[in-house]
C-alpha cells in the first residue's frame, strides 16, 4: 500500500509539474505599507526570470527616474538608486543596454514604462549572461495611476506566477457542450415522437404540417454539398471584408439567438404546464405568455448587442443565448437519414481541417483563416507565435469578434487577467455538426421504439469522448485545435458501430427513406415498431 501511494504522489507530482508553463506576463505589487495595488507586467522568463510565488519575492524601494531613458549613467548617483528598484522610459537604446547601465549603478530591480505595446524582453545571445537583475516592460499609465496613489515611499514585488495549462474552465467547456447536443439530440427525438403520436391519434396531415412547419430537411446529398460550399465562400469573405461583415452576422446573431430562445423558453413552459392567457385586438387572438416571452428574449439580445464588448461578464449572456441558438438549429435542421449524416460530417471535417492546418501555408502573417476569423483581425494578443506576448500600453477601442463561440475565461489566469482577460473557445460548429447526428440518433430511437434510447446515449457518449480527447491533444500540444478532427470520427464510427451490431445498419443507413418489403403485420425491427415505414409520414 506505501509503495501505491508513494507511486500516485510522484504521478501527481509529474502531473503538476508537465501541467504548469511560465509565461511571460507577470504581477507588479505597489504597497506603501497600508495600501497594496497589482500591475501588469511582461517579463523574459528565460533572460531574468522572476520568482513565482509573492512570499518568495523580495520588496525593493522604488526610484522614479522616468525622466531618463538611462542608456547611459550621466546625471544619476549611484547612492541614489543602489539597492533599490528604477522605473525608466522606454526608447533610444536597447533592454539589454538599460540593465547594463542599472547593473552598473547597483539597482536591483529595472521597470521600463512604456506607452507602446509592451512585448517580451529580449536581446543577443551574447547580452543575456551579462544581466543579473529583474528586468520588466510596464505600461507608463499604470505607474502614473501609482505615483498619483502612493507617490514617494513606494515599495514593489516582482513575481509571475506560472500559468496552469489545465483550467478549471475545460470542465465548463466540457459541460456546456456535452449538455447542449444532449438536450438539443433529446429535443429532437421529442419532437418526432410528438409528430407520431400525433398521427396515430388521429391528427392526420394538419398534425404532421405543425409538427414539421419549423423544420428543414436535409435529405439530398447536392444540398449537402451546395451547404459546404456556401460555408466555405462565406469564411472566406469573412476573412477579406471581416470589418464590414462582422456587423452583419452580429445583427443576424441578437435575431437568430433571440428568436431561438423565445423557442426554448416556449417549449420549457410548454412541458412544465404554464397556460396561456389569450386577448383578442379587432379580431386577432395574442397571447400573454407569448408577449411577455418575446420581450424577455429581445431584452437579452438587446443588452448583449450594446454590451458585446464587456469582457468581464457579457460571456455569460453570449453563451446562454449561444446555448439557446445552437439547441433550436438541432431541433430545426433534420438529417433525413445516416447517409446524408455521414456525407455531412465527413466534408465539414475536411473544411475544419483545411481551414486551421492548410491555410496558414497561404496567409500573411502565418495564421489560419479560422483562427482570424474567430479571434479578429486585430486579436494579435491570441495570435502571438511562440514565446512572445504583445499587450497594449494604452487603452484601444474594442475589437469587434464574431458572436459564433462558447467563450469561458481562463480562472486560473489571475496575473494575465490584469494584462487583459483570456478566454478558452468553443465555437458553435463543434457542437452543432456532431449534434445533428446526435438528434438523428434520438429520432432514430423513436422510429424504433428503443427504450433504452441506445443510439442516443452511445453518440452522446462518443460526443463526449471526443471532446475529451480534443482537449488532451489541445493541452499536450499547446494549439488550439479542430474539435471535429476527433469528434467526427468518435460519433459516426461509434453509431455505426452499435447499428451494425444490432443489424439495423440498412434501416440507420436509409432512415426516413426505407421502404418496408415485408408484410406489414410483421415487426418492422427486432424490438417492434408501428406497421409502417420508419418516420413515414402519417
Avoid at 49 to 68: D, F, I, K, W
Avoid at 108 to 129: D, R, V
Avoid at 178 to 206: F, H, K, P
Avoid at 368 to 382: R, T, Y
Wanted: aromatic content about 10%.
Amino acid at each position: 500500500m506505501e509503495m501505491k501511494g508513494a507511486l500516485g504522489v510522484a504521478l501527481l507530482s509529474v502531473i503538476s509539474f508537465i501541467s504548469q508553463v511560465n509565461c511571460q506576463e507577470a504581477v507588479l505589487q505597489i504597497s506603501n505599507g497600508g495600501l497594496v495595488r497589482d500591475y501588469c507586467i511582461v517579463h523574459n522568463h528565460s533572460w531574468t526570470p522572476l520568482p513565482q510565488t509573492l512570499n518568495t519575492a523580495t520588496a525593493y524601494p522604488l526610484v522614479n527616474l522616468t525622466s531618463s531613458v538611462l542608456c547611459d549613467t550621466s546625471g544619476i548617483h549611484p547612492d541614489v538608486v543602489k539597492g533599490k528598484a528604477l522605473v525608466v522610459m522606454r526608447g533610444e537604446c536597447d533592454f539589454s543596454q538599460k540593465a547594463l547601465v542599472a547593473q552598473t549603478l547597483g539597482a536591483t530591480a529595472l521597470l521600463i514604462a512604456s506607452n507602446k505595446t509592451l512585448i517580451t524582453p529580449s536581446a543577443n545571445e551574447s547580452e543575456y549572461a551579462k544581466v543579473h537583475i529583474p528586468l520588466a516592460l510596464m505600461r507608463y499609465r499604470d505607474f502614473l495611476a501609482a505615483w498619483q496613489v502612493f507617490g514617494d515611499g513606494m515599495q514593489v514585488k516582482l513575481f509571475a506566477p506560472p500559468l496552469s495549462k489545465i483550467d478549471p474552465n475545460i470542465a465548463v467547456m466540457l459541460l456546456i457542450s456535452i449538455v447542449t447536443v444532449a438536450l438539443g439530440g433529446y429535443w429532437s427525438g421529442a419532437c418526432e415522437r410528438d409528430r407520431l403520436n400525433s398521427c396515430s391519434a388521429g391528427g392526420g396531415g394538419e398534425g404532421e404540417n405543425k409538427a414539421d412547419s419549423n423544420r428543414v430537411f436535409l435529405y439530398s446529398p447536392l444540398n449537402v454539398v451546395i451547404f459546404v460550399i456556401l460555408m466555405c465562400g462565406m469564411l472566406v469573405l469573412m476573412y477579406f471584408f471581416y470589418n464590414i461583415l462582422v456587423y452583419f452576422i452580429i445583427a443576424i446573431f441578437c435575431f437568430a439567438s433571440a428568436s431561438a430562445l423565445f423557442s426554448c423558453l416556449d417549449a420549457v413552459m410548454d412541458k412544465i404546464g404554464c397556460g396561456t392567457l389569450s386577448f383578442s385586438v379587432r379580431n386577432k387572438s395574442f397571447s400573454v405568455r407569448s408577449i411577455l416571452l418575446a420581450a424577455v428574449c429581445i431584452s437579452v439580445a438587446v443588452v448583449w448587442g450594446v454590451y458585446r464588448n464587456e469582457d468581464r461578464w457579457i460571456w455569460i449572456l453570449q453563451n446562454l443565448l449561444g446555448f439557446a441558438f445552437c439547441l433550436n438549429f438541432m431541433k430545426t435542421i433534420t438529417l433525413s437519414n445516416f447517409k446524408i449524416c455521414v456525407i455531412l460530417l465527413s466534408l465539414l471535417l475536411l473544411y475544419d481541417v483545411f481551414f486551421v492546418f492548410i491555410t496558414p501555408f497561404f496567409t500573411k502573417n502565418g495564421v489560419s483563416i479560422m483562427v482570424q476569423v474567430a479571434l479578429g483581425p486585430d486579436a494579435a494578443g491570441e495570435k502571438t507565435q511562440g514565446n512572445m506576448v504583445e499587450i497594449p500600453a494604452e487603452p484601444q477601442a474594442p475589437s469587434e469578434k464574431i458572436p459564433v463561440v462558447m467563450r469561458v475565461p481562463r480562472f486560473s489566469a489571475w496575473a494575465q487577467n490584469l494584462c487583459g482577460m483570456q478566454f478558452s473557445i468553443l465555437g458553435y460548429g463543434d457542437i452543432i455538426v456532431p449534434g445533428l447526428l446526435v438528434a438523428y440518433c434520438s429520432r432514430f430511437d423513436v422510429w424504433i421504439s428503443s427504450r433504452k434510447k441506445i443510439y442516443f446515449l452511445s453518440c452522446c457518449i462518443a460526443y463526449l469522448l471526443g471532446m475529451v480527447l480534443t482537449f488532451a491533444v489541445m493541452l499536450l500540444s499547446g494549439m488550439g485545435q479542430p474539435a471535429l478532427l476527433y469528434l467526427v470520427p468518435f460519433t459516426l464510427i461509434t453509431s455505426a458501430i452499435v447499428a451494425g451490431c444490432r443489424g439495423e445498419m440498412r434501416q440507420f443507413w436509409t432512415g426516413t427513406t426505407y421502404e418496408v418489403l415485408n408484410s406489414p403485420r410483421e415487426p418492422l425491427l427486432p424490438e417492434g415498431r408501428a406497421d409502417r415505414t420508419i418516420g413515414e409520414s402519417c
